[in-house]
């Protein structure tokens, strides 16, 4: 099916869309910023984007990228958009090929692909701050209890290993007590 109307893709998929929706789902095929509220339809104007370029002629299917920041929200954004498209029949859903995923996964298959021509390697992993985080404190909390352990065993006294381990957690969050 082709659309040539808003009104066309509205009964396909048999969402009464609103003005400011339609002006969203329609828009010229350039860069833009829509804000909306939670609950106010987002996902579903996107997938209905999606099918308006798809069914308009405008792109095909596998030239969609849909980018979130959550791996939930993609999944959901990826369904939709495959649901849409086949409720709308402006693609089969088991050959539609677009991606969505979140931009920390796109960023990664971004140095797949390509980081060997910046000298990093394809198999490098990219490390969302959560996983910094963690590392961080995995290595703080070795860090202090090799310390704790190394001064305890050759002074013996409590009062050291309590005076080392606040050392310690000073000097890796940068305020050193001397």
Not at 14 to 36: K, M, N
Not at 44 to 53: C, D, H, K, P, Q
Request: proline fraction near 3%; charge should be positive; charged fraction near 20%.
């Amino acid at each position: 099916m082709r659309f040539t109307d808003p009104d066309q893709l509205s009964h396909a998929l048999g969402i009464a869309f609103s003005d400011q929706q339609l002006s969203a789902i329609t828009a010229p095929l350039e860069p833009a910023v829509i804000i909306a509220g939670a609950g106010s339809g987002k996902t579903t104007v996107m997938a209905a984007r999606v099918v308006w370029l798809v069914g308009t002629g405008q792109v095909a299917a596998h030239q969609v990228l849909g980018l979130t920041f959550t791996r939930k929200a993609a999944v959901k954004l990826d369904q939709e958009v495959r649901e849409a498209l086949a409720v709308a029949g402006v693609a089969d859903p088991d050959e539609v090929g677009q991606q969505v995923m979140t931009y920390d996964a796109f960023a990664g298959q971004l140095v797949s692909d390509f980081g060997v021509l910046l000298g990093q390697e394809p198999t490098s992993r990219l490390i969302t701050d959560a996983t910094r985080y963690r590392l961080a404190a995995r290595v703080a909390t070795t860090s202090c209890m090799c310390a704790i352990i190394g001064i305890s065993s050759r002074t013996g006294p409590w009062a050291d290993a309590r005076r080392m381990a606040r050392n310690c957690v000073a000097n890796i969050s940068g305020r050193a007590r001397q």
